[in-house]
């Protein structure tokens, strides 16, 4: 099979890996050296290892092929239908590049209900018409609104009498993915999906101690405009005492329980939270920083939101210009190696919005319509069939795909013309991304392009290798509903695989 990308890996030394081989029955979680040299050999290995006592009221779902041939080197239920968890965005990320290509830009115009006149100014109002761009994260908060000031700056903006409105109607759907647990909504893991988000739409708060044994720790928010109140149960302890802080947000509110504890002189903790109404800060806060920058906005901030608001309607409005993302290779990028879910649901939706029937019934949410188009893209290339999905993160319990449709989609991808950017959009074995930490050491480092799924009962690692005989090879292992033991990490059984495979040095036609 004739490839459009290169793999690059870099093979460790024998004399340099682990040198302890992997004892199945022991609970130590050495990587292997004892690696095959001929195909016989290495499924006899892996039928070994999936078979091992551990593993029995645990799921495994299994596929490796070779690119270069074409041949099935090993399989193991790989039709068997598996919770993906974030292998979900490797879906995600093959739909958006098919769909649009790698150069695409997610667009958000600015409009305005009257023209800027001779002094500057706009007798009406500034209208932001979100179209889910996730890129807006930079570490320094304000940075994030400088394109939106150069739009209205070079559109001779300099004051608006009216309100700003932070228009999400682009999407339809509500604010939880379809799937997500109600756990969820107070991690930010479950941040909020709308058309306009800020800083993946997580804000911190800092914890200090306070002056004195029993008094309340300091509480202070790091990232301004939030409209976040902060409801503070905590309490200073000794010096010697441990800090621990917990926090709960009841669905819908805006206040923020902090309970726990900080020691005195404690250099201070960094919280996380997700911020509900993403749009309205979103609002709040570009009214501050266009304010900084001289632009002073006279009104309030409304935010207009499917189903109560219908989609703009453009006309006899002035169109200001529009912020561009970066190339969708970028965002997918941005996505995939870190394994963050609000940016993958908000690329979803985009796609779903974008191919959204101008006829579709006002109830289809951007959600659905970008499941309907992930089963068409499923069905027209021949990839195996029992994908379901809810959503495109993986968030969702209730995804499912097989180890056979994953193999098919990674092969596809190899292929595709936006091959590139697919690949180099995946995290790299000892190197960056969710398994920068993972495979240290072996010949898997450095050569493992690979996306994770982790959910608390799931475990999962799909993606390319090439193996000490420079063959390439494409491999999903999903492995679901296993209690590790003690010594021992869900994901080790997954990284012995992948290094048993950098490790070998037999070929698929063996």
């Known amino acids: ?39 016989p050999e290495l499924r006899a290995q892996l039928d070994a290892h999936l078979n091992q006592p551990r593993f029995h009221g645990a799921l495994w779902a299994v596929k490796i092929a070779s690119l270069d041939t074409g041949r099935v080197l090993f399989e193991s239920h790989a039709d068997r239908l598996m919770s993906p968890a974030s292998n979900s965005k490797l879906y995600t990320g093959a739909l958006a590049l098919d769909t649009f290509g790698g150069d695409y830009q997610l667009a958000t115009p600015i409009f305005a209900t009257a023209k800027v006149n001779r002094f500057g100014t706009v007798r009406g109002d500034l209208i932001v018409s979100g179209r889910g761009d996730p890129t807006w994260k930079h570490t320094n908060f304000w940075e994030n609104f400088e394109p939106f000031v150069a739009v209205l700056t070079n559109a001779g903006v300099r004051r608006v ?25 107070e991690d930010t893991e479950g941040a909020e999906v709308s058309a306009l988000t800020l800083a993946d739409n997580v804000a911190q708060i800092r914890a200090l101690p306070g002056l004195k044994i029993s008094s309340p720790a300091m509480l202070t928010m790091v ?15 000794a010096r010697d005492g441990k800090a621990r802080l917990e926090m709960r947000r009841a669905p819908g509110s805006k206040t923020i329980f902090i309970f726990g504890e900080v020691p005195l002189g404690d250099a201070g903790q960094i919280l996380e939270t997700p911020v509900p109404e993403p749009a309205a800060w979103f609002g709040a806060a570009l009214k501050t920083a266009l304010a900084r920058h001289g632009i002073p906005v006279q009104g309030q901030v409304r935010c207009r939101a499917w189903p109560a608001a219908a989609p703009l309607v453009e006309t006899n409005w002035v169109r200001l210009g529009e912020v561009k993302s970066p190339p969708l290779r970028a965002v997918i990028r941005g996505f995939m190696k870190p394994s963050q879910n609000l940016e993958t649901d908000l690329v979803f939706a985009h796609v779903g919005a974008t191919l959204r029937a101008s006829n579709a019934p006002a109830w289809v949410s951007s959600e659905h319509a970008a499941v309907v188009a ?26 499912l795909t097989s180890a056979n449709a994953t193999v098919a989609l990674l092969t596809l991808m190899a292929t595709n013309r936006w091959a590139p950017d697919f690949y180099d959009a995946l995290p790299v074995a000892a190197v960056d991304g969710t398994i920068r930490r993972r495979m240290k050491n072996t010949p898997a480092a450095g050569n493992v392009h690979a996306k994770t799924g982790t959910l608390r009962w799931v475990n999962a690692l799909s993606g390319y290798i090439t193996t000490a005989a420079g063959e390439r090879l494409v491999f999903s292992l999903m492995l679901n509903r296993y209690d590790a033991p003690p010594g021992r990490k869900r994901t080790d059984e997954l990284d012995d695989i992948a290094v048993r495979l950098a490790g070998f040095s037999g070929r698929s036609e063996d």
Do not use: Y
């Open 374 to 399: 992930l089963g068409q893209f499923v069905t027209t290339n021949g990839l195996p069939a029992g994908v379901h999905f809810d959503e495109g993160s993986g968030l969702s319990r209730n995804n």
């Open 1 to 39: 099979m004739k490839m459009k990308f290169n793999f690059s890996p870099t093979h460790a030394l024998a004399g340099l890996i682990l040198a302890a081989t992997l004892l199945q029955t022991s609970p130590v979680a050495a990587q292997p050296t004892n690696f095959a040299q001929s195909l």
């Open 223 to 237: 990232t301004p405009d939030t409209q976040l109140i902060l409801s503070n149960r905590t309490q200073t302890i």
């Open 161 to 185: 009498t009216g309100d700003l409105i932070a228009d999400t109607t682009f999407f339809h759907g509500p604010p939880a993915g379809s799937g997500w647990c109600v756990e969820d909504l």
